[in-house]
C-alpha cells in the first residue's frame, strides 16, 4: 500500500511534533524550513496542563525534565530598581520551563531517527490543489506532489498566506511589541528573573539553565505588527526610542543589544480565523491559532493541536475532509479560552487589542 505523503512548513514545535505523531499512522512525511538549520531564538517554553500528556506519548517527558530551567520565582522592582515584590515561579515558569532551543533539538532527533525527512533553507512558493494532491513548487528546490500539506509555520505562515490570503486580514494586534536576546549574567541571577514595569514599557530578565547568560526581553506599546517586517537597524531604533531616558538597567541593556548575535524581534498577536483548513491544507500551532506569548500557552497548544490532528487523521481513515473538521471542532474551545488569556495579560501589560493590525 502507498504511504500518503504530508509535507509540514515549519520545524519548530508544532511541525516536528505532527511529523512524529503522523509518521507513527504510517505517513511519508517531510518537513520544509526556510531557516538553514534549527532555530537557536526565542525565549524559554513551559508546559501546562494536558500539553504533558503529549510529551509523554511522544516519549521526550524525562528527558525535557531534566533540562527543566528550575525557576524560582521573579523579582519586581520599580523604577529605580528597587523590590516591589515577588511572583511565583510558575507565573512565568509554568509547571515545567526549558529553552526553546532545547525543545526543537529534541523534537528534531527523535523525528530524524524515525525516518521524517527534513529539508532546510527552503521554503513554500505555490501550491495548487488537484483531484488527488496538491502540487508544491519551492523556491529553491524541485516541484513535488503531496497528498496533504500542513502549515506550522508560525505567525507568518507562507502556508496560511498561500491558502488563506493577506496576514493582515487574519492577524489581531494585542499592542506590543519587543526584542528578545541574551547576554552576560553580569546581574549575577541565579535562576530567578527580574520585571521591572513602567508606563508602556517592560523589561523582563532571567538565568536559568545557563548559569552564565542573561536573558533579556524589552516590551514597549505599538500601534501595529509593522515592525516585524522591518530590517535589525530600524527595530533597534524603535527599541531605543521606546526606553530613552529610563534608568536602572536599561542603557546597559540597550548596548547588549547591538552586540547580541541571538537577537529576536516579534509582536503579541493573535491570529483569528473563520476555519483553519481548506481542502488538503490545515493549519496548525501559532499559523492557524496563535494566542500570543502573553497567554503563556503557545508551546502547550502546538503540541496538543498536532496531536489532536494527527488523531483525527487515524481515525478518519484517509478522509482529509472529517478529520479536519473534527480537529476543528475539538481544538477551538480551548484555543478561545487561551486567546482570551493571552488579550487579559496584554492589557495588564498596558498593551491593547483593535480588531485590524494595520500591516
Given at each position: 500500500m502507498t504511504k500518503t505523503k504530508a509535507l509540514i512548513s515549519g520545524a519548530s514545535v508544532a511541525g516536528p511534533a505532527l511529523a512524529y505523531f503522523l509518521h507513527r499512522e504510517g505517513y511519508d512525511v517531510t518537513v520544509v524550513e526556510r531557516a538553514s538549520g534549527l532555530r537557536d531564538t526565542g525565549y524559554a517554553v513551559d508546559f501546562r496542563g494536558?500539553?504533558?500528556?503529549?510529551?509523554?506519548?511522544?516519549?521526550?517527558?524525562?528527558e525535557v525534565r531534566e533540562h527543566d530551567t528550575k525557576m524560582r520565582g521573579t523579582t519586581l522592582v520599580d523604577e529605580r530598581g528597587e523590590e516591589a515584590g515577588r511572583l511565583p515561579a510558575e507565573v512565568f515558569a509554568g509547571e515545567l520551563e526549558v529553552s526553546k532551543r532545547v525543545l526543537t533539538r529534541i523534537l528534531h532527533r527523535i523525528?530524524?531517527?524515525?525516518?521524517?525527512?527534513?529539508?532546510?533553507?527552503?521554503?513554500?512558493?505555490?501550491?495548487?490543489?488537484?483531484?488527488?494532491?496538491?502540487?508544491?513548487?519551492?523556491?529553491?528546490?524541485?516541484?513535488?506532489?503531496?497528498?496533504?500539506?500542513?502549515?506550522?509555520d508560525?505567525?507568518?505562515?507562507?502556508?496560511?498566506?498561500?491558502?488563506?490570503?493577506?496576514?493582515?486580514?487574519?492577524?489581531?494586534?494585542?499592542?506590543?511589541?519587543?526584542?528578545?536576546?541574551?547576554?552576560?549574567?553580569?546581574l549575577g541571577l541565579d535562576r530567578r528573573g527580574m520585571l521591572q514595569h513602567v508606563k508602556d514599557t517592560a523589561i523582563y530578565l532571567f538565568s536559568g539553565e545557563e548559569a552564565d547568560r542573561l536573558t533579556v526581553s524589552l516590551s514597549f506599546a505599538t500601534a501595529?505588527?509593522?515592525?516585524?517586517?522591518?530590517?535589525?537597524?530600524?527595530?533597534?531604533?524603535?527599541?531605543?526610542?521606546?526606553?530613552?531616558?529610563?534608568?536602572?538597567?536599561?542603557?546597559?541593556?540597550?548596548?547588549?543589544?547591538?552586540?547580541?548575535?541571538?537577537?529576536?524581534?516579534?509582536?503579541?498577536?493573535?491570529?483569528?480565523?473563520?476555519?483553519?483548513?481548506h481542502g488538503r491544507v490545515a493549519l496548525l500551532g501559532d499559523a492557524g491559532y496563535c494566542a500570543a506569548p502573553t497567554s503563556g500557552m503557545g508551546?502547550?497548544?502546538?503540541?496538543?493541536?498536532?496531536?489532536a490532528l494527527a488523531r483525527h487523521l487515524a481515525a478518519a481513515n484517509g478522509?482529509?475532509?472529517?478529520?479536519?473538521?473534527?480537529?476543528?471542532?475539538?481544538?477551538?474551545?480551548?484555543?478561545?479560552?487561551?486567546?482570551?488569556?493571552?488579550?487579559?495579560a496584554a492589557a495588564t501589560f498596558g498593551g491593547a487589542a483593535p480588531e485590524g493590525s494595520d500591516m
Amino acid at each position: 500500500m502507498t504511504k500518503t505523503k504530508a509535507l509540514i512548513s515549519g520545524a519548530s514545535v508544532a511541525g516536528p511534533a505532527l511529523a512524529y505523531f503522523l509518521h507513527r499512522e504510517g505517513y511519508d512525511v517531510t518537513v520544509v524550513e526556510r531557516a538553514s538549520g534549527l532555530r537557536d531564538t526565542g525565549y524559554a517554553v513551559d508546559f501546562r496542563g494536558e500539553a504533558f500528556d503529549v510529551l509523554e506519548e511522544l516519549g521526550i517527558l524525562a528527558e525535557v525534565r531534566e533540562h527543566d530551567t528550575k525557576m524560582r520565582g521573579t523579582t519586581l522592582v520599580d523604577e529605580r530598581g528597587e523590590e516591589a515584590g515577588r511572583l511565583p515561579a510558575e507565573v512565568f515558569a509554568g509547571e515545567l520551563e526549558v529553552s526553546k532551543r532545547v525543545l526543537t533539538r529534541i523534537l528534531h532527533r527523535i523525528t530524524v531517527d524515525a525516518g521524517v525527512e527534513y529539508v532546510f533553507d527552503d521554503s513554500i512558493s505555490s501550491l495548487t490543489e488537484h483531484g488527488s494532491g496538491v502540487t508544491v513548487e519551492f523556491e529553491r528546490g524541485a516541484t513535488r506532489e503531496f497528498g496533504l500539506v500542513f502549515g506550522a509555520d508560525g505567525l507568518y505562515s507562507k502556508v496560511r498566506q498561500l491558502t488563506f490570503g493577506p496576514h493582515a486580514d487574519k492577524l489581531r494586534h494585542l499592542g506590543m511589541s519587543g526584542v528578545g536576546f541574551s547576554t552576560a549574567n553580569y546581574l549575577g541571577l541565579d535562576r530567578r528573573g527580574m520585571l521591572q514595569h513602567v508606563k508602556d514599557t517592560a523589561i523582563y530578565l532571567f538565568s536559568g539553565e545557563e548559569a552564565d547568560r542573561l536573558t533579556v526581553s524589552l516590551s514597549f506599546a505599538t500601534a501595529s505588527p509593522a515592525l516585524d517586517r522591518r530590517d535589525r537597524h530600524e527595530q533597534e531604533q524603535a527599541v531605543r526610542a521606546a526606553f530613552a531616558g529610563h534608568v536602572w538597567e536599561a542603557p546597559r541593556l540597550l548596548e547588549a543589544m547591538s552586540e547580541a548575535d541571538d537577537f529576536y524581534f516579534s509582536s503579541a498577536c493573535q491570529v483569528h480565523m473563520d476555519r483553519w483548513s481548506h481542502g488538503r491544507v490545515a493549519l496548525l500551532g501559532d499559523a492557524g491559532y496563535c494566542a500570543a506569548p502573553t497567554s503563556g500557552m503557545g508551546t502547550s497548544q502546538a503540541l496538543i493541536g498536532a496531536r489532536a490532528l494527527a488523531r483525527h487523521l487515524a481515525a478518519a481513515n484517509g478522509d482529509h475532509a472529517t478529520a479536519f473538521a473534527g480537529y476543528e471542532a475539538e481544538l477551538r474551545p480551548y484555543v478561545a479560552e487561551n486567546q482570551a488569556k493571552g488579550r487579559e495579560a496584554a492589557a495588564t501589560f498596558g498593551g491593547a487589542a483593535p480588531e485590524g493590525s494595520d500591516m
